[in-house]
């Protein structure tokens, strides 16, 4: 945006949102530096010995490179999905590397051991890897500033295909917790691996999941026993730092019952004029009363002023409410990628169970962002929530897109979706697609997609209190996004809340 | 899932396919051929998923003469009976009206195969050129004559300059598992004041496609109602394009379905030019297995700015086995413009129904009064008195039919 200077703007559109906008501009990308380091990697191209090759680096066991191999063949048959309002050249799935580790490092090993060159990656990303320094405090990144990953937070480092470090995992274990890569869970925790890798996203799910399936690297594995509070916040770094590769991660959290987790993700790459694909696929499985946080910060290299370069941002999330009563709850804020293409869904299985769905997608440059979410009711008395807020800029598309369905024995269901966008310039695009689908008469679902449509009850409720209209609607929609940040660790609230304090004014459905 | 495969040509497709090559449009019938109907893997038709729901093409209409009485009667209007697509003799027109036939297709060409079908296959269309200030209503009765056919049938309706008219079309036919296929085109020339009416009463063993075309002049108004209240398989597609700037319309629909009923109402509107304004407004009532889809999306163009767009789309289910689906689509490239959408699903809300009750109403009779409450926005919406009656009167039909 700095090239083509700041958008002539309407009046009534805050000062303050725009330039908190541009300030995210995709110039301004901090986190594009490269790290030079040896890697081991997979030949370029993709085929069953390509798979083979990967699950021998991973020391895996036979059931697990057949069941790679069986999503590979099904992969093969299938065609990649064009619904998406997003626009790109084919891409080469032969033109790639799906392997590359950092030289010596075959798997994550006690932090003495890492390549100090990778700590100074983290380090200098605000990630300190060395749980010293986390107890002792060190709170900032390279740039002197707080990130969301600084505080007393558990972190397993992935670097292109394998996870380099993961803290605190003795800490952890001492509640039973399992945090580690989801290739040593592979190893050591097979039985709980094989229960529950692809129950919610099955290998044959879409183009993309069943690709990650074939293909997966590295990811997180997530364990957390029968009525366990995790102590911490758990989180995933991801980084991309080789050419020609792509990033297939795989993350894996379950809750039992009664037990609650927070996870937090993030993720950068360095600025490259090529296209990088990150072909994720999340799975999360909540049993009776358990409740999972998913956070992300996503900020991939989103591609230079030209829509040049950036990473193809291809992701399968989705939650399994399991149990009754169980809660899954996304929030994602998203300013990278060159193409997002993610939609973070609950399945509302258990009787009384409960998703929701909090997104601040922020484009900018030649960004094309296609997200939003799926609220899938099949349990009674479910409930979910939708509070979705994109803002366009640049020559971006910024595109909600979202399900919120019904299935007949979902009595009593509810839903309740507000999704607002706002255009800076008239050089870029907003966009809604809403798919409300309802097979139950006592399912009870409400969609708004503007400012005035918050439920009458509330907004007179609050007029009756001497509130102004406005006063009103921010006071309502934002009571529902600061309900979730304040239950997230500090910096991360305080990077967001600038974000969140987004004026509503002069917004479009 | 996403499983590539060969098509496999279904009976309906077989029979579309020859029946475009009789008429030597190859291009058509190759590309059936090729992609066959759409299926819900087209974005457009993905709650209505024409391979899987249409089962049979009938042989195409042979002109027919016009038997018995009207599906209804307007009080004091001009009256234009079109049988399986053909204008029957409509008398001498009243001043302001001119009755023709037009030859060739009368809607743009379209990416949708639906409006191509008629494009290629329908033979003649109603030419209607309307100036000044048109006084009875125009009540151009569509019918389905005889055995089961495919009837194509087209409309051109041309609203001068300044003009200001109201129109009808109902659709309406022999006990037959006819194939409907109908296209209008109203283009309203500047300032042209227009209600456009349709209404699809036809048998309940028959499938209906109702396309409509708006083409709207600066400063023009528009009111156009789009009701589903007949066909196994009802599929209403309206395209609206403002091009004028200073232009407004409202547009309404209903979609009532009942048994096993499938009942889809789409919209696609372009605010093409800067300072149009637009509100939409379409309803569902469903109960037995019925399912009613909406599909509205409403592009705003980059230099469109100042458009003020509404839409707003409500479902009431009044069975735990109907289905209500619905996709209320925002596509805006312009900055300075209010678009809004809503979109509510559920029953009869119980507080209301208690309130009802509470003052000696029985529940049946207080549900009723509901329902009529939820419907009335619509067929109220329709100023003049005589159309809005027949509206009134097919909702009255349709409520006390027994289920």
Redo the contacts between chains.
């Keep these: 945006m700095s090239d083509y200077g700041i958008p002539t703007l309407k009046e009534n559109i805050d000062r303050e949102t725009v330039d908190q906008v541009l300030a995210l501009d995709v110039d301004k990308y901090k986190y594009g530096f490269e790290t030079d380091i040896e890697s081991d990697m997979a030949p370029k191209g993709l085929d069953e010995d390509t798979i083979r090759f990967i699950s021998a680096k991973k020391e895996e066991p036979q059931w697990m490179l057949d069941w790679r191999l069986e999503a590979f063949r099904r992969w093969q048959t299938m065609i990649e999905p064009t619904w998406a309002r997003v626009k790109y050249p084919k891409i080469d799935f032969q033109d790639q590397h799906y392997y590359a580790a950092p030289k010596g490092s075959s798997g994550p090993k006690s932090l003495d051991e890492v390549d100090p060159e990778l700590l100074r990656t983290y380090e200098k990303l605000g990630i300190p890897l060395s749980e010293q320094k986390i107890l002792a405090g060190v709170q900032e990144d390279g740039n002197g500033e707080a990130t969301p990953f600084s505080g007393n937070v558990a972190v397993d480092a992935v670097f292109d295909s394998v996870s380099v470090v993961t803290t605190f995992r003795k800490e952890l274990a001492k509640s039973g917790i399992i945090f580690c890569s989801i290739s040593e869970a592979v190893r050591e925790y097979p039985e709980l691996v094989q229960k529950y890798l692809g129950s919610v996203v099955p290998v044959t799910d879409n183009y993309y999941a069943t690709l990650n399936s074939a293909v997966f690297t590295d990811g997180s594995f997530v364990y957390i026993p029968k009525g366990v509070r995790c102590p911490m916040e758990l989180s995933t770094y991801f980084r991309i730092n080789e050419r020609n590769t792509g990033q297939f991660e795989r993350t894996l959290i379950i809750a039992e019952e009664g037990s609650y987790v927070s996870y937090l993700e993030g993720c950068t790459a360095p600025m490259r004029d090529e296209n990088q694909l990150h072909a994720a696929v999340v799975e999360l499985v909540a049993l009776d009363d358990a409740e999972i946080k998913y956070s992300t910060v996503q900020n991939w290299y989103p591609g230079d002023k030209n829509g040049k370069g950036g990473i193809y941002n291809f992701v399968t999330k989705r939650g399994d409410c399991r149990g009754k009563n169980s809660k899954i709850s996304w929030t994602q804020v998203e300013t990278g990628s060159a193409i997002t293409w993610k939609y973070p869904s609950c399945i509302l299985r258990g009787d009384g169970s409960r998703g929701e769905f909090y997104s601040i997608a922020i484009s900018n440059g030649h960004q094309q962002v296609d997200s939003g979410t799926k609220m899938i009711h099949l349990g009674k008395n479910t409930s979910s929530r939708i509070i979705s807020k994109g803002i366009a800029a640049g020559f971006s598309d910024n595109t909600y897109r979202g399900q919120v369905s019904c299935h007949r024995k979902a009595t009593n269901a509810r839903n309740f979706t507000q999704c607002d966008s706002l255009l800076i310039g008239d050089t870029c695009g907003a966009h809604t697609v809403p798919y409300i689908e309802s097979r139950n008469s006592s399912a009870v679902f409400e969609h708004e997609a503007t400012t005035s449509k918050i439920s009458d009850d509330q907004m007179f409720y609050c007029l009756q209190r001497g509130l102004s209209e406005e006063e009103a609607v921010a006071l309502i929609v934002n009571g529902f996004v600061r309900d979730v940040l304040q239950h997230l660790p500090m910096e991360f609230m305080v990077e967001t809340q600038k974000l969140i304090g987004i004026s509503l004014e002069g917004s479009v459905g | ?4 495969a060969p098509i496999r040509l279904s009976a309906a497709e077989e029979s579309l396919a020859s029946q475009l090559d009789s008429v030597g449009a190859e291009g058509l019938a190759t590309l059936v051929r090729d992609k066959g109907l759409p299926t819900r ?1 087209v ?1 457009s038709y ?1 709650y209505t998923d024409l391979k899987m729901l249409l089962n049979d093409v009938p042989p195409l209409a042979s002109a027919a003469q016009a038997g018995g009485a009207p599906a209804t009667d307007i009080a004091g209007a001009y009256r234009i009976v079109v049988a399986n697509g053909i204008v029957q003799n409509s008398g001498t027109a009243p001043a302001g009206i001119a009755v023709g036939t037009v030859e060739g297709p009368v809607m743009a060409s379209r990416d949708d195969l639906i409006v191509s079908l008629n494009g290629a296959l329908g033979k003649q269309a109603l030419g209607l050129d309307l100036t000044g200030d048109v006084d009875p209503v125009i009540h151009v009765d569509h019918r389905f004559e005889g055995a089961a056919a495919h009837v194509l049938s087209r409309t051109r309706i041309a609203v001068a300059a300044g003009a200001k008219a109201t129109i009808i079309e109902t659709v309406s036919g022999s006990d037959a598992a006819h194939l409907g296929n109908l296209a209008t085109h109203v283009s309203l020339g500047e300032g042209a004041e227009v209600t456009h009416i349709v209404v699809d009463m036809s048998a309940l063993q028959a499938r209906q496609f109702s396309n409509l075309e708006y083409r709207i002049e600066a400063n023009a108004k528009l009111k156009s109602v789009m009701i589903n209240a007949g066909a196994a398989l009802a599929r209403a597609q309206v395209f609206a394009d403002f091009v004028g700037e200073g232009a407004h319309s409202d547009f309404l629909g209903l979609n009532v379905a009942d048994t096993d009923e499938h009942r889809d109402i789409t919209l696609d509107i372009s605010h093409a030019v800067p300072n149009t304004t637009s509100t939409e407004l379409y309803k569902q009532i469903v109960r037995g297995r019925g399912k009613g889809v909406f599909q509205g999306k409403i592009t705003v163009v ?2 469109a ?1 100042k458009t003020d767009a ?1 839409m707003m789309t409500q ?1 009431l ?31 009869l809300d119980e507080t209301s129904l208690f309130y009802l009750m509470s003052r000696g109403i029985p529940r049946a009779d207080a549900e009723v009064m509901l329902i009529r409450a939820f419907l009335a926005e619509i067929v109220d919406a329709v100023e003049n008195e005589s159309v809005s009656e027949v509206l009134t009167d097919i909702v009255e039909r349709w409520l006390s039919k027994d289920v």
């Design positions: 899932m996403n499983i590539q893997r974005e993905h980059k230099d700015q509404k479902g289910m009044l069975s735990d086995e109907a289905e209500i689906l619905a996709k209320p689509e925002l596509v805006i490239y312009a900055d300075d413009v209010v678009c809004g959408h809503g979109a509510t699903c559920g029953d």
